[in-house]
């Protein structure tokens, strides 16, 4: 029974991990860590364990570049003027 070159002996269904490049790559693709996990198709935790241990974890704290959602009264407000 061949088990995968990636998959250690004691736990069978563990996932290979996440090569640097890949989430360099995602990183540069996207304005946030969220977005880059979801381009990559990974979980938000493993996506900042794997890219803090590699050391590229740099968060966008201030949101820039993220467009925010706008309320329905603002909206109303812009349109009368």
């Known amino acids: 029974m061949n088990i995968g ?3 250690t002996k004691s736990n069978p269904f ?3 991990p996440l ?3 890949l989430i ?3 990183i540069k693709q996207t304005p946030s860590m969220t977005q ?3 381009l990559i198709g990974c979980s938000y ?3 900042r364990k ?3 241990l590699y050391g590229v974890w740099n968060p ?4 820039k570049g993220i467009s925010k959602k706008k309320s329905k009264d603002i909206q109303k407000r812009w349109l009368k003027l």
Do not use: H, T
């Open 5 to 7: 070159i990636w998959r």
């Open 14 to 16: 563990q996932k290979p």
């Open 19 to 21: 090569p640097k490049w």
């Open 24 to 26: 360099e790559w995602s």
């Open 36 to 38: 880059a996990s979801k």
């Open 45 to 47: 935790g493993c996506f």
């Open 50 to 52: 794997w890219s803090k």
């Open 60 to 63: 966008n704290q201030a949101g």
